[in-house]
């Protein structure tokens, strides 16, 4: 609790409003029960109240890409954002699964949103953003770390962090804060790279009115993906997207 409030204050000191709680869900010992969740969202948010912080945390899941977890998700409401129809679904870091589009297909069945978490660290997909484009022309959202767009990730995952921001391939930003060490709470930095790249309007849907859609369940807006442009060469970003392939 003493972490968690610490990353709190870091959040709250730096203007953010609420946070969504998303621990990872995956086979075996990490599949956490959603009435878990929920109940230690609950007693986080009373902690947060206590210690005078002006925030909400919002309860959610990370869920691990793997065939049994469809029996968990029936529809909107478990494991889902705020209890909605937007659920965090995170890629084996190695590759992507042969059942990946039908499990896309199969949750948007049941009315749930899939949001891919953080593609701009997947190598796969960023040797072929294509696939990326193809499923979010299928409905599928697209969320960014903040961590990724700033170099804490890499310069690698930074270039296909940029690649994807200005071809309309990122549709919400997370902090994926994991500690109160670099991985904390606070995306000042993050919103000033976005700012910078795609313009204060277009940061400002992806940052604010996209996260609370999301949150309560409202529909967001998917940009069309005209065909993917490659950033100049000036920028040093051509040089790592080409290291890729090496």
Not at 19 to 38: R, S
Not at 104 to 110: V, Y
Not at 190 to 206: F, H, R, S, Y
């Amino acid at each position: 609790m003493e972490i968690s409030l610490e990353m709190l204050r870091i959040a709250n000191e730096n203007g953010t409003k609420g946070i969504v709680a998303t621990p990872h869900v995956m086979e075996g010992e990490w599949l956490l029960a959603w009435d878990k969740i929920l109940m230690e969202c609950d007693r986080l948010q009373k902690a947060s109240q206590a210690a005078g912080f002006d925030l909400w945390i919002f309860p959610g899941s990370e869920v691990a890409f793997y065939p049994d977890i469809l029996d968990k998700l029936t529809g909107p409401g478990a494991y889902c954002i705020n209890n909605g129809r937007y659920l965090l679904v995170e890629l084996p870091a190695t590759h992507i699964p042969s059942f990946a589009e039908d499990l896309f297909r199969e949750l948007q069945a049941r009315g749930i949103t899939p949001v891919l978490a953080h593609p701009e660290r997947h190598e796969e997909l960023a040797k072929k953003p294509e696939i990326l484009a193809k499923w979010i022309r299928t409905g599928v959202l697209s969320q960014m770390n903040g961590t990724s767009i700033t170099g804490l990730m890499g310069k690698r995952v930074m270039a296909t962090a940029e690649l994807l921001l200005v071809n309309n391939m990122v549709h919400v930003i997370g902090s994926d804060a994991h500690s109160i060490g670099q991985r904390n709470t606070n995306l000042t930095s993050a919103i000033e790279k976005i700012t910078q790249l795609i313009g204060p309007k277009q940061a400002n849907q992806l940052l604010f009115v996209n996260a609370d859609n999301i949150i309560h369940s409202r529909e967001v807006g998917i940009p069309e993906i005209m065909g993917i442009q490659y950033p100049s060469a000036k920028s040093g970003v051509m040089y790592w997207l080409a290291k890729l392939w090496k």
